[in-house]
């Protein structure tokens, strides 16, 4: 009572199907969280396109960090797990991921890495309220269109954690640092 029901890859609505298909071919799997959020199709369609042009926005440093920061935060597993796969992918460096994700010694970010934590977690602690001093190194740090890629980017990962806490969803992959304790990951 009260489960929503997950959805297999070919029960989603065509243009989900086709946005998803090259991420299913990728990692061999469809993720519990498009299979729950399937039973919204036009806005889980928009939320993908949403992910990729953040994607395409940013560096991959900065949609890695800010990706780890908000997801370690927040307590979203699922998330979290993931993306220290893809961090490692992508050649960042064990200690980097730990840096990003709270775990680690900040020296080991960049300084636009850095800036971009930072900014992340102010708006994930305080909803963005108090967060001039953030905003405003970041603007320094990486110009206007990488701030505002990064505010948003943090919105899109706020999103994902309220739905994937929520559901309760485990991480659908083991990650490359050891399961964080219980409590802050600062």
Not at 99 to 124: N, T
Request: hydrophobic content about 50%; glycine content about 8%.
């Amino acid at each position: 009572m009260g489960q929503i029901r997950r959805l297999r890859f070919d029960e989603l609505a065509p243009e989900l199907q086709s946005a998803l298909h090259a991420k299913v071919d990728r990692l061999g799997y469809l993720g519990e969280f498009f299979a729950v959020c399937g039973h919204q199709p036009a806005a889980t369609t928009a939320f993908q396109a949403f992910t990729e042009a953040l994607k395409a926005a940013l560096p991959a440093e900065l949609t890695e960090v800010v990706a780890l920061s908000v997801a370690s935060a927040l307590g979203n597993a699922y998330e979290q797990s993931q993306h220290e796969r893809l961090a490692r992918t992508l050649g960042f460096p064990v200690a980097w991921i730990a840096a990003a994700a709270g775990r680690g010694d900040p020296s080991d970010l960049s300084a636009k890495a850095r800036a971009a934590r930072q900014l992340a977690l102010a708006v994930v602690d305080r909803y963005g309220r108090g967060a001039a001093n953030e905003l405003a190194r970041a603007v320094d740090a990486l110009g206007e269109e990488a701030a505002v890629g990064v505010l948003l980017t943090v919105g899109r990962y706020v999103a994902h954690a309220a739905v994937a806490n929520t559901l309760e969803l485990a991480a659908p992959v083991e990650g490359v640092l050891p399961a964080a304790a219980a409590g802050s990951t600062r």
